[in-house]
């Protein structure tokens, strides 16, 4: 007998071509997967590289071929937003515990101006001008032949802890300028002090004067600063380099104080009697007129706080003074009697004791003094070869972020 050739089952043939493909299609899957997963990765380490290593110490500004850093710039808007974060949540507790709507209303517009301060382009803006001005101020100082020593910056950087190893600074004494002589005039128009009566006299107590923290009290709120800064990438090598140019900036201004003319302003010497009523103000002019005592006057009608000073209001200088008060007291002139003068306080009835032309006082001179340095930033500024980097607003970063009171209820 002849063996029949067997036939190949065609079914199984399909099968197996089934399976094939499948198991093809699986590793295809795998692959695939394999690849899309490594691709994320790359994408990720690229992005952790780029934007913990690459763009952090790439240049953000050059400024006469000085290099400031991204990551120097990162940190300072980090330190400054966390400074006013800290400001922000402060006024968020304070106008919460207010059931006063005119002062919430004040604390809620302090808090706009900080989150109009705390957005990106503003602070970014903002630090980054600060840090160029800062190489200015360093440049202009040491043309000058200032200098900073490293034990200078170390006991600047203690006093900002409180702490002074070699006892607290002598207190310079205040300047006290000179008053001119009563005239014959402001005396008749001064009402007479009465005098005190007989009674032991107390000999006032010298009060001390501030005292250093201790070694271990510096270095806790020290070592507790730098912890919270630790966040930011600021150590404390950073922290004293930011010390030493505010040094610098303290000397500079010094120096320029020197060049200072110091203007003299005018000052005038006012008392006043304020009534919410134009009738009752027309009525006490008339008396003063007629010989009434200005002193006893204040002191029955007056609804100011100097009212039971007589209404004294001592010297003042422009700008002290709402704008229809200080016109009114500067255009008079000694013994005058004026109003009455409507503000927003009531009526005034204002009579002028003295009038002086003095040396500016200390906030003048120091206006004065930062004008000057501005001049001069501004001027170095113009003749310097500034060259920001593409899109550098983008490196600014945004945190720490506010949070407010009503997200997390």
């Excluded at 200390?362 to 113009?382: G, P, Q, R």
Aim: proline content about 5%; charged content about 25%.
């Amino acid at each position: 007998m002849f063996n029949k050739k067997k036939k190949k089952n065609k079914q199984s043939l399909g099968r197996i071509g089934r399976v094939e493909r499948e198991q093809r299609y699986n590793q295809y899957i795998r692959i695939t997967t394999f690849v899309v997963i490594g691709l994320v990765l790359v994408v990720t380490i690229a992005g952790l590289l780029i934007n913990t290593v690459f763009i952090p110490n790439s240049t953000i500004v050059t400024v006469n071929g000085q290099k400031i850093l991204t990551s120097d710039f990162q940190k300072r808007v980090r330190m400054e937003r966390d400074r006013l974060v800290n400001e922000y949540n402060l006024y968020q507790q304070f106008a919460a515990s207010l059931t006063d709507v005119n002062q919430q209303q004040q604390y809620i517009y302090y808090l706009i101006q900080l989150e109009s301060q705390l957005e990106k382009e503003t602070i970014g803006e903002t630090i980054l001008n600060q840090m160029i001005d800062e190489l200015f101020v360093v440049e202009e100082a040491k043309s000058r032949g200032i200098t900073v020593t490293d034990e200078e910056l170390e006991e600047y950087y203690q006093s900002l802890f409180g702490y002074y190893p070699n006892g607290y600074p002598t207190q310079e004494p205040m300047e006290i300028q000179p008053t001119s002589t009563l005239s014959a005039t402001q005396y008749a128009l001064i009402t007479p002090t009465p005098a005190p009566e007989d009674g032991p006299v107390e000999t006032p107590t010298a009060q001390p004067l501030p005292t250093s923290v201790s070694i271990e009290d510096f270095e806790t709120s020290r070592d507790g600063y730098l912890d919270r800064m630790k966040a930011f990438g600021v150590d404390e090598d950073y922290l004293k380099n930011l010390v030493r140019v505010q040094l610098y900036q303290e000397k500079l201004d010094a120096d320029i104080k020197k060049s200072i003319v110091v203007p003299l302003q005018e000052q005038v010497w006012a008392r006043h009697i304020l009534v919410d009523e134009l009738d009752l103000a027309e009525t006490i002019l008339e008396e003063l007129e007629n010989g009434g005592d200005f002193g006893d006057l204040a002191l029955k009608h007056s609804t100011g706080p100097s009212g039971p000073n007589g209404g004294d209001l001592g010297w003042f200088s422009r700008g002290q003074m709402v704008e229809e008060f200080e016109e009114a007291a500067f255009s008079a002139e000694i013994g005058d009697l004026v109003g009455p003068v409507q503000t927003e306080f009531g009526f005034h009835i204002i009579q002028i004791l003295g009038k002086e032309d003095v040396p500016a006082d200390d906030a003048t001179v120091d206006n004065l003094v930062f004008a000057a340095l501005s001049d001069i930033l501004s001027s170095l500024k113009e003749e310097a070869d500034i060259v920001y980097a593409d899109n550098w607003i983008d490196r600014t970063p945004t945190d720490p972020d506010i949070i407010r009171m009503a997200e997390t209820n």
